[in-house]
């Protein structure tokens, strides 16, 4: 158990399931009515709300308290960013992937199998862009079969992602989550001009 803990709620989540995501999932996702629940904002771009404000404002408050940045994890595109596994919340975002997010990329794109299902993982980390230290990312290509950014936040000016060969920009609403597949979506993240953008980027894989 992580020590120190900012928001217990968040962590309350073993403790009852339902009553955690009534408290912290958007309630037209937990419908899991996805034609209903998704949008396409952009060739093969994905949008839909997963979490509400409040879990945004406290899972960025959260990294906050613990201070766990660090600036070289990636060798080739660094951000500044923590593994959740550095704040004991990797679990609790792997199940809302498998039931809130996994089962639209399988929907939107026709996957069948245990390896685009159960056996699914992904590396989950927490991302800060500010105009004084990180202010942005060059174009690349993740080292996923899809990515999955949430928005945590919209108090900044400029940022989002650019995805080059589709000439789309995302900047989607805060608890919003982005689909897209690699690699034929390289992509960038935009230059912040104020405030500070947090995003939690999934690189998911195939099991």
Known sequence: ???????????????????????????????????????????????????????????????????????DRHEHYPTTDFLLNEIGLNDMYMKVLHEFAFPVARHVWGLTGNVWGKDM???????????????????HIDESNYTITLALNNKFTGGGTYYHRQKTLIKADTGHVCLFPMPTHKHSGKWID?????IIVSFCRRG
């Open 121 to 139: 993982s992904a590396e989950n980390f927490l991302a800060k862009y500010n105009p004084d230290a990180q202010s942005h990312l060059n174009s």
């Open 194 to 198: 104020s405030g500070n953008r947090y």
């Open 1 to 71: 158990m992580i020590e120190n803990m900012l928001h217990p709620e968040l962590y309350a989540w073993k403790i009852d399931w339902k009553i955690w995501c009534k408290k912290f999932i958007h309630a037209t996702t937990r419908t899991k009515d996805w034609d209903a629940v998704i949008e396409e904002a952009g060739p093969e771009i994905y949008t839909w709300p997963i979490f509400t404000k409040d879990f945004c404002r406290m899972i960025i408050e959260e990294a906050e308290h613990h201070n766990k940045w660090t600036v």
